[in-house]
């Protein structure tokens, strides 16, 4: 397959990179940046995705068999503007738009149904609203134009490279012989997902 990944450089993106490289495809990175460190079969094209002239310019003429959408600005946010506009750019020339949503994009923390409703537009978090709203973008895309979007909703993801202080915390404290401090009565849950594990599934749904 020829496969576009936005963003490709940090944690999730990158374990993905290097899975479809060793899987023989062809890849290509879109991101800020004139180089990578990614190894000379992957592909680079360096745009601003907040830039409309700048993304229009360096993919037209290009297609690919799947795009995945993998960038998030944590300082400015990536709004539903952005992702639509991407993905709008890229219709008829790409054979599945596969956008990294979050289980965030519910609202709230409790257990869903993949068919369930997803958080209002008038979420108070910022990434709460951008992915939910980016999904039904996508999800109006296709039933207008057909656009073939794939949205995929992980808890949180842990594993080696992970640029949050998240499960590193655990292991800190065991290692230090202090108690790992569970908020409420003990018996809050939480869902993580090994990283390998989610990019296996990324890889399932081109």
Not at 37 to 55: C, F, I, S, W, Y
Not at 57 to 79: C, E, H, I, N, Q
Not at 182 to 204: E, I, T
């Amino acid at each position: 397959m020829r496969v576009l990944v936005i963003g490709g450089t940090q944690f999730i993106g990158r374990r993905l990179v290097a899975a479809l490289c060793k899987a023989g495809h062809e890849v290509s990175i879109l991101h800020r940046k004139p180089e990578h460190d990614l190894g000379k079969k992957v592909h680079n094209l360096q745009a601003d995705r907040n830039d409309t002239v700048q993304m229009k310019s360096v993919l037209a003429g290009k297609s690919f068999d799947a795009v995945y959408d993998m960038v998030y600005d944590w300082d400015r946010g990536t709004p539903a503007t952005v992702v639509e506009s991407t993905a709008r750019m890229l219709t008829g020339n790409v054979g599945r738009y596969i956008f990294m949503s979050s289980v965030a994009a519910y609202g709230d923390g409790l257990n869903h149904h993949e068919g369930d409703a997803l958080a209002s537009d008038d979420h108070p978090d910022r990434y709460v609203r951008n992915k939910a709203q980016s999904e039904r973008a996508l999800f109006r895309l296709h039933q207008r134009h057909g656009t073939p979007a794939v949205t995929i909703r992980p808890p949180f993801v842990y594993g080696p490279g992970n640029p949050f202080y998240r499960e590193q915390y655990f292991w800190d404290r065991l290692r230090d012989k202090r108690p790992v401090i569970l908020p409420g009565d003990g018996r809050r849950l939480m869902q993580f997902s090994f990283v390998n594990d989610l990019v296996w599934a990324c890889m399932r749904d081109a």
